[in-house]
């Protein structure tokens, strides 16, 4: 499932790309094809990421609300290699077009929904200006284990499964952990990492948690699939501090993954 920073990513990608443009949208498929056609000729005028909702704003009181979802992609195609009939939403240039697959929610709404949605959500790291405050708030009164509060996108919003063991394991704090437990300093610091990580996720348009030091001096950039992760799906493979075998778990009915040695039960 995309994490917040591939809706980020895209909201910057579509802003580049489309923002101040007339729309040329379509829906091959046929199931936006209303929606389609009130977008169509309407000039993009912003584009804003929350946790992991995604809006357009066009035209004097449009808003396109997409959620991917598991299954979702939202992709730049070079305009000769964009066909095929399972395009919920395509938005067409001279050279390349934007096209949406199998996206959770694809949807028109008005304003006070978009605040209503922003509003349920915990803060996101992503977002300017956005604080701590309310996330460490609720970790402090939550008996829930850790490893699952982190998925709850009304408590943080945008991080996903894979952030999640990656994070925890940065920290240090075994994924069963009641976040109740855990001192305010270091659900404080989690934040802090969460803003650093999500921000390279960005940059980087993928998820690399593997710092330089861990990496024999290679940058985030640099590393390979195989390398760019310390916990997530590593089940038995060696801990890169500690060659201790990885472990894996269901925490909030999906697993997580960590080291027993840098992350004990406590
Ligand atoms: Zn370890």
């Known amino acids: 499932m995309p994490e917040g920073h591939t809706i980020h990513r895209l909201a910057r ?59 979702g992609k939202f992709r730049r195609f070079e305009a000769s290699t964009n066909r095929g009939d399972a395009v919920r939403l395509r938005f067409e240039r001279e050279d390349f077009a934007w096209s949406l697959t199998g996206p959770h929610t694809c949807r028109l709404i008005e304003p006070p929904e ?28 939550s008996n829930k284990a850790i490893g699952a509060l982190l998925l709850d996108q009304n408590v943080i919003a945008g991080i996903g499964n894979v952030y999640r063991s990656e994070l925890l394991f940065l920290a240090g704090i075994h994924p069963a ?3 109740k437990n855990l001192d305010g300093g270091v659900v404080r610091k989690i934040w802090d990492t969460t803003v650093e990580l999500l921000r390279l996720g960005v940059r980087l348009d993928r998820i690399v948690t593997v710092t330089r030091a861990d990496a024999n001096g290679t940058k985030p950039g640099r590393l390979g ?16 501090r500690c060659d201790t075998p990885i472990a894996t778990a269901p925490i909030a009915g999906r697993s997580i993954w960590w080291c027993p040695r840098c992350q004990p039960a406590r």
């Open 13 to 71: 990608d579509l802003r580049r790309d489309l923002v101040d443009t007339e729309l040329e949208a379509s829906s091959p498929q046929g199931r936006f094809a209303s929606g389609a056609k009130s977008l169509d000729g309407q000039v993009l005028t912003a584009t804003e990421a929350a946790g992991k909702h995604l809006f357009l704003h066009a035209g004097p009181n449009l808003t396109l609300y997409i959620h991917l979802g598991l299954i």
């Open 114 to 141: 978009v605040e209503e949605i922003i509003a349920r959500l915990g803060p996101d790291p992503l977002r300017r200006r956005s604080s701590p405050d309310q996330f460490i708030d609720k970790a402090a009164k």
């Open 177 to 179: 952990t009641p976040a």
């Open 225 to 240: 699939p195989d390398n760019r992760l310390y916990a997530y799906k590593r089940t038995g493979e060696p801990c890169r």
